[in-house]
C-alpha cells in the first residue's frame, strides 16, 4: 500500500509523482488556502522536493489517495527555512530525526478524520515501519495544535517546541513525535490489521552530500 520514493527510484514512479504533487495542490493550495503555494501547472511543488526528500505515497489501483513527505533535519527543511519562529529551544537535528510534511489524503477518503481514516493510518504506519528499520526515531512536525492528543491516543511521544503561532488562517505548533515499536503496534491495533504496509524491505536512507 505505502510506496517509498526516493532519488534511486523515482524515474519508476514519475506517474504517481505526478499524481501526488497535483494531490499536494488540491489539498493545500484550494482546500486550504495556501495561495503563496499556486502555480499555473496545478502542481504544489516547492525547494524541498530534491534529491534528499524521501515520499511515502498510498496507492490503490494506479491511483495516488494519500501522500507525506519526509526531509532530514540535516538538510534544510521546513522548520529551519521557512518557519523558524516556530521553534523557541534548540531546533532538533540529527540523523535519527526527520521532518514529516504535507500529509494529505484524496477526498472521499477521510471519512473518520485525519489521522484515524484508513490512508491517514497506513501513511503514518509507512513512516514508523520506515523509522524503525532506518535507524529514525523521531518526526518534526508543524501541525494544528488540536491535533496533538490523536497523535498522542497513537503512541506518539509529543513535545511541543514553542507556542502555536497564527500562519495564514490556521493555528501551528511545531512538535517532536518520538515512535517505537509501541507506536506502531498501535497503529495496527487502531487500523485493525496487523499487515506490514510497506511494499518492501528498505536500506537505511542515504543523505547524498550537495
Known sequence: MIHIVTAENEFQY???????????????????GWSELDKPDGREIDQF????????????????LGYQ??????????????MPQLCEVERPVGPHIWECTRHCVAPGHR????????????????????GLESGISTAIIEIDPILLLRLVQLHFRMLPLG???????QDVVAVTAT??????????????????????????????HA
Open 14 to 32: 514519475r506517474n504517481e509523482l505526478e499524481q501526488a504533487y497535483r494531490l499536494r495542490y488540491q489539498v493545500f493550495v484550494k482546500e486550504m
Open 69 to 82: 513527505r519526509m526531509l532530514p533535519s540535516t538538510r534544510p527543511h521546513l522548520l529551519s527555512e521557512i
Open 111 to 130: 471519512e473518520r478524520g485525519r489521522f484515524a481514516a484508513p490512508i491517514a493510518n497506513a501513511l503514518l504506519s509507512g513512516m514508523v515501519e520506515w
Open 163 to 169: 507556542l502555536p503561532q497564527r500562519i495564514g488562517t
Open 179 to 208: 515512535f517505537d515499536w509501541r507506536t506502531l503496534n498501535r497503529l495496527r491495533e487502531t487500523r485493525g490489521d496487523r499487515k506490514r504496509v510497506l511494499t518492501e524491505k528498505l536500506q537505511a536512507p542515504t543523505l547524498l
Open 49 to 64: 522536493d530534491n534529491k534528499y526528500a524521501v515520499h511515502l505515497l498510498y496507492i490503490e489501483k494506479g491511483k495516488v
